[in-house]
Nanobody, 126 residues
Framework: QVQLVESGGGLVQAGGSLRLSCAASGLTFSDYTLGWFRQPPGKEREFVAAISWTGSYIYYAESVKGRFTISRENAKGTLYLQMNSLKPEDTALYYC???????????????????WGQGTQVTVSS
């Protein structure tokens, strides 16, 4: 069956960096639009970034634009999120998600995705 496994979360000081990874199995990775979402404590899940099959098209949430970079390695079946200049408000449980459809505006909507990882915690201290 399809599995998405996130890693790379942790505790970091404000201004620091982390790189999240999401390893996929049980699917033809290059056929999937991929996204990162996050859920801050006590809040709803929110969109962070999404990337098309080949990496040619990308969306970012305004709150992370210029600080976060999404990328993928189809040969390795892995999705990444490089997070720089982290802020306390970036503290959240981060999820990767996969959807077998052509990249479009729905990539920013969580219900569009059919497969989810279990999440990795990112905590940014001030």
């Amino acid at each position: 069956q399809v599995q998405l496994v996130e890693s790379g979360g942790g505790l970091v000081q404000a201004g620091g960096s982390l790189r999240l990874s999401c390893a996929a199995s049980g699917l033809t990775f290059s056929d999937y639009t991929l996204g990162w979402f996050r859920q801050p404590p006590g809040k709803e899940r929110e969109f962070v970034a999404a990337i098309s099959w080949t990496g040619s098209y990308i969306y970012y949430a305004e709150s992370v634009k210029g600080r976060f970079t999404i990328s993928r390695e189809n040969a390795k079946g892995t999705l990444y999120l490089q997070m720089n200049s982290l802020k306390p408000e970036d503290t959240a449980l981060y999820y990767c998600a996969a959807g077998a459809w052509r990249f479009n505006v729905r990539a920013m909507s969580a219900p569009s995705y059919t497969h989810w990882g279990q999440g990795t915690q990112v905590t940014v201290s001030s």
